[in-house]
């Protein structure tokens, strides 16, 4: 057969393009690492790309302490004696108070030489207004407030997820001002002959040719997340376990994959996806991660959406949201592992202002001696 230059070329252009698509984003330049995790011929292996990874680890770091955490001396006044409006940390002593706003503003909003693009100052004036810094003028201010009862809700009722390490605004926040991670809402609506695509085949967030919205399901709504019905034929009442269900199922299941850089074994085990038994222990941890990480956005996130620009929401004029990639950023352990409340206690149960028996706050106590105390 003769297929003339052109055709020769375009064979030769043909496979340039198909070598450049299997190494183009999504495909990993071996080798791969394969560690065997469970019995011999049944897949339990953890398969990981050394470079990815060592970059991940590298760019996730845990910055160290603007200073070094010290118990405050004995007569310390308390934040609420000093400060006009501080209904959250004002029970902390006043050098705690100050050391936190300095903290925050290098996590969240540091003057750097590279001035991040964006229409709100950096330093302490991201969150205040410099003339009268109990003011509640500036937006982000009032979302603060909310992200500081957040972050100790989760190293308080999370232990099952976070325990060994907890979370600081640093786990989400890398220094930047809205985390790399984020979600919203995807408008999908009908079209027409074509009926409900749930987002599949459009460039999403998820799995490409899975639902691209996994979030709005799972993990603001509390859906089943299944596979396999218990029946073998649609059942009277209850939910069905159709096909759509086990769509978005996968799209999340690779959601979670990707987001903690692990693949499916890391989690299951492959002789049957749905048993828990003889699943790796991460499963559960994984489990509770579900529940809470529905929980900040149905109670923390979700509700912040009237106090935001309007810039900041989504297309359907939702606020943004977390899912697991917003802590996790490709890897299994957030930050490596390194403890994140540790040196800042106030973040942590101990944080929590104490609450008397008629609800009203119990301006009296110092910090370290709250550390460990029960708060009923
Ligand atoms: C990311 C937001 C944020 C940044 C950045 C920030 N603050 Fe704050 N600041 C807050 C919040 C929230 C409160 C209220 C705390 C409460 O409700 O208990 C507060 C309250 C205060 C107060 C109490 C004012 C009063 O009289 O009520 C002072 C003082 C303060 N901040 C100083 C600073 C300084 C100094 C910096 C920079 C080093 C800074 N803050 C950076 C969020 C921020
Ligand atoms: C679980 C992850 C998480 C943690 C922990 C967290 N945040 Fe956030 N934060 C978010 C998300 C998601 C948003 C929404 C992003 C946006 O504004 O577009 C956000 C938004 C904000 C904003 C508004 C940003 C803007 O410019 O609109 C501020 C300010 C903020 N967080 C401060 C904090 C502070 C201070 C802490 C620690 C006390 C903290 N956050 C901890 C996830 C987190
Ligand atoms: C980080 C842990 C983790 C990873 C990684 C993970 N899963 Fe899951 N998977 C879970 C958890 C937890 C559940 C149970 C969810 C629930 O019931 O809330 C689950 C549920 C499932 C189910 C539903 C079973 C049923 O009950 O019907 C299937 C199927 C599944 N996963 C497949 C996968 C596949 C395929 C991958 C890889 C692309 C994967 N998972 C990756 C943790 C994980
Ligand atoms: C608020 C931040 C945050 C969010 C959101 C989050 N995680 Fe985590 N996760 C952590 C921290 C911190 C740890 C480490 C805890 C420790 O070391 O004990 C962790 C640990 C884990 C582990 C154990 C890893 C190991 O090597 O043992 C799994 C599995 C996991 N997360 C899955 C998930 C999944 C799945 C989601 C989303 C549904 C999720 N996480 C959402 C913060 C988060």
């Known amino acids: 057969m003769n297929i003339g230059i052109g055709g020769a070329a375009a064979i030769v252009v043909g496979s340039l393009l198909g070598v450049a698509v299997l190494v183009g984003p999504g495909w990993d330049v071996p080798p791969i690492e394969a560690e065997q995790i469970g019995w011999r011929g049944v897949a339990m292996e953890k398969v990981v790309n050394p470079r990815t990874r060592a970059k991940l680890v590298d760019a996730s770091q845990m910055p ?14 308390l934040a609420s004696e000093i400060y006009e409006n501080v209904p959250v940390l004002g029970h902390l002593p006043v050098d705690q108070f100050d050391r936190l706003m300095a903290q925050i503003t290098e996590w969240v909003s540091p003057i750097t030489d ?49 325990g060994n390490t ?15 991670e984020i979600w919203f809402t995807q408008d999908q609506p009908m079209r027409g002959m074509a009926g409900f695509r749930a987002g ?15 979030f709005t399901p799972f993990l603001l709504d509390d859906q089943d997340i299944r596979v396999i019905g218990n029946n073998a034929l649609p059942p009277a ?22 987001g903690l850089g692990v693949n ?25 991660g579900i529940r809470m990480t529905r929980a900040l956005n149905v109670d923390y996130l979700a509700p912040l959406g009237p106090e935001y620009p309007d810039y900041r929401l989504g297309e359907l004029g939702d606020a943004p949201k977390t899912n697991c990639a917003t802590c996790h950023l490709g890897l299994n352990l957030p930050l490596n592992g390194a403890p994140a ?20 706050p119990q301006a009296a106590l110092l910090l370290p001696e709250i550390d460990g105390v029960v708060i009923d």
Not at 64 to 72: F, G, L, M, N, Q
Not at 237 to 258: A, D, F, Q, R, W
Not at 341 to 360: H, R, T, W
Request: charged share 15%; net charge negative.
């Open 166 to 180: 907890g979370v600081n605004c640093y786990t989400c926040h890398r220094g930047l001002n809205v985390p790399q």
């Open 341 to 360: 409340y540790l040196e800042f206690p106030s973040l942590g149960p101990a944080g929590l202002a104490p609450v008397a028996a008629d609800g009203a």
């Open 237 to 258: 009442s209850g939910p069905v376990i159709g096909t759509k269900v086990t769509e978005y199922t996968y799209s999340l299941m690779n959601h979670m994959s990707e």
């Open 64 to 77: 160290e302490a603007v200073w070094p955490y010290e118990e405050s001396p004995e007569g310390t006044p």
């Open 264 to 288: 499916c074994t890391f989690c299951h085990n492959s002789r049957q996806f749905q048993g828990w038994e003889g699943a790796p222990p991460q499963r559960m941890t994984a489990w509770h």
């Open 114 to 162: 590279d001035p991040q693009e964006g229409p709100l100052e950096q330093g302490c004036n991201y969150c205040h207004n410099p003339e009268n810094l109990a003011e509640d003028s500036v937006y982000t201010k009032i979302v603060s407030r909310r992200m500081i009862q957040m972050t100790q809700a989760i190293n308080t009722d999370w232990d099952a997820h976070v």
């Open 200 to 214: 599949q085949n459009e460039p999403g967030i998820a799995s490409a040719s899975l639902p691209g919205d996994p």
